[in-house]
């Protein structure tokens, strides 16, 4: 098949790029570069077609769309953070650019668009675990954002018939996750940071938990989602369905690079969700997703490649 990877060049983008490239399909990326890395790309040139271009420009995003067959949505401005900063950008980004690909998509005839969601879309609602019923309190312009692409995608199917399905990431980890940007998750920094026996900062007492889920899980909904045969409009879950706090996090690190070190905390920052767990019923129903590499496992090879990464540099 034929595939447009929008952000094909970030941390998640690259690894689906990476796993599209050995199963021989055809594949195309719309970057603009701003977060993601050229280096990501760097193995994959001679395979993919590679179109520099931004989301917000309606006709750098016609040309990227134009005879492709599947649209996997990852661009976008992430970080809660960032979002509160400067919350123009991330709508321009994340809202405008959705719907730019959208219709572009419609336009162009395409089989189906994955939109990459979030489990932040939740927000304040505290029920554990979260599921695709409860209704949505965005507590960032980050989140408000990935809750417009999704009612967008459910608007789209309705109305114009494009064949749409949204994934609520949780938390995602693993390979290529830059540990050096402000706006980086906390996994690649608290390794990054341990290894060098240097205290992470953890924002708030530590005690707030994530479903912390592997890349490889995220890279096998994508691609199921991208053919399967499941109700256009769609939105599932897609997570490990564990739950793990940050001092957890923070002592099995300590424990994979024998080291002690004790983190450094700072005040909680506006936007976090307390706590996060998902329900996957959905998604194993819709798209038969199950993830095949649990927390442990995953936690092992990403540290694994992080220590192999530092030894290089």
Same mark, same amino acid.
């Given at each position: %098949?034929?595939?447009?990877?929008?952000?094909?060049?970030?941390?998640?983008?690259?690894?689906? +790029?990476?796993?599209?490239?050995?199963?021989?399909?055809?594949?195309? !990326?719309?970057?603009?570069?701003?977060?993601? $890395?050229?280096?990501?790309?760097?193995?994959?040139?001679?395979?993919?077609?590679?179109?520099?271009?931004?989301?917000?420009?309606?006709?750098?995003?016609?040309?990227?769309?134009?005879?492709?067959? +599947?649209?996997?949505?990852?661009?976008?401005?992430?970080? =809660?953070?960032?979002?509160?900063?400067?919350?123009?950008?991330?709508?321009?980004?994340?809202?405008?650019?959705?719907?730019?690909?959208?219709?572009?998509?419609?336009?162009?005839?395409?089989?189906?668009?994955?939109?990459?969601?979030?489990?932040?879309?939740?927000?304040?609602?505290?029920?554990?675990? $979260?599921?695709?019923? %409860?209704?949505?309190?965005?507590?960032?312009?980050?989140?408000?954002?990935?809750?417009?692409?999704? $009612?967008?995608?459910? =608007?789209?199917?309705?109305?114009?018939?494009?064949? @749409?399905?949204?994934?609520?990431?949780?938390? +995602?980890?693993?390979?290529?996750?830059?540990?050096?940007?402000?706006?980086?998750? !906390?996994?690649?920094?608290?390794?990054?940071?341990?290894?060098?026996?240097?205290?992470?900062?953890?924002?708030?007492?530590?005690?707030?938990?994530?479903?912390?889920?592997?890349?490889?899980?995220?890279?096998?909904?994508?691609? $199921?989602?991208? @053919?399967?045969?499941?109700?256009?409009?769609? +939105?599932?879950?897609?997570?490990?369905?564990?739950?793990?706090?940050?001092?957890?996090? /923070?002592?099995?690190?300590?424990?994979?690079?024998?080291?002690?070190?004790?983190? /450094?905390?700072?005040?909680?920052?506006?936007?976090?969700?307390?706590?996060?767990?998902?329900?996957?019923?959905?998604?194993?129903?819709?798209?038969?997703?199950?993830?095949? !590499?649990?927390?442990?496992?995953?936690?092992?090879? @990403? /540290?694994?490649?992080?220590?192999?990464?530092?030894?290089?540099?």
């Amino acid at each position: %098949m034929k595939f447009l990877i929008t952000g094909g060049a970030g941390f998640i983008g690259s690894n689906i +790029v990476e796993r599209l490239v050995q199963s021989g399909e055809t594949v195309r !990326v719309f970057d603009n570069f701003a977060t993601g $890395k050229r280096e990501n790309l760097d193995p994959y040139l001679s395979s993919i077609e590679l179109i520099e271009g931004d989301l917000r420009s309606f006709h750098a995003v016609r040309e990227a769309v134009d005879g492709m067959e +599947v649209v996997i949505h990852l661009g976008a401005l992430p970080s =809660v953070p960032r979002s509160i900063k400067d919350p123009l950008t991330t709508n321009e980004v994340n809202v405008v650019g959705t719907l730019n690909v959208l219709d572009a998509g419609r336009e162009a005839g395409v089989k189906r668009v994955v939109f990459a969601s979030s489990s932040s879309v939740y927000g304040e609602n505290h029920e554990l675990p $979260k599921h695709e019923g %409860m209704v949505p309190e965005p507590v960032s312009p980050y989140a408000v954002s990935k809750l417009a692409g999704e $009612k967008y995608c459910s =608007v789209f199917s309705r109305v114009y018939g494009l064949s @749409t399905v949204s994934l609520r990431y949780f938390n +995602v980890f693993g390979p290529r996750q830059d540990p050096t940007s402000q706006y980086s998750a !906390v996994i690649p920094k608290f390794i990054t940071a341990i290894h060098r026996g240097e205290s992470p900062t953890v924002y708030g007492d530590g005690k707030q938990s994530r479903d912390f889920t592997h890349v490889a899980n995220v890279v096998d909904a994508n691609l $199921k989602a991208a @053919t399967a045969d499941c109700p256009s409009g769609s +939105v599932m879950n897609i997570a490990c369905q564990e739950r793990t706090s940050l001092l957890e996090l /923070i002592d099995r690190i300590n424990a994979a690079l024998g080291r002690s070190v004790s983190p /450094i905390f700072a005040p909680q920052r506006m936007g976090e969700v307390r706590d996060s767990l998902a329900s996957i019923e959905a998604a194993q129903r819709l798209i038969d997703y199950v993830p095949t !590499v649990r927390f442990d496992e995953g936690l092992r090879r @990403t /540290i694994e490649w992080f220590t192999r990464r530092s030894a290089v540099h």
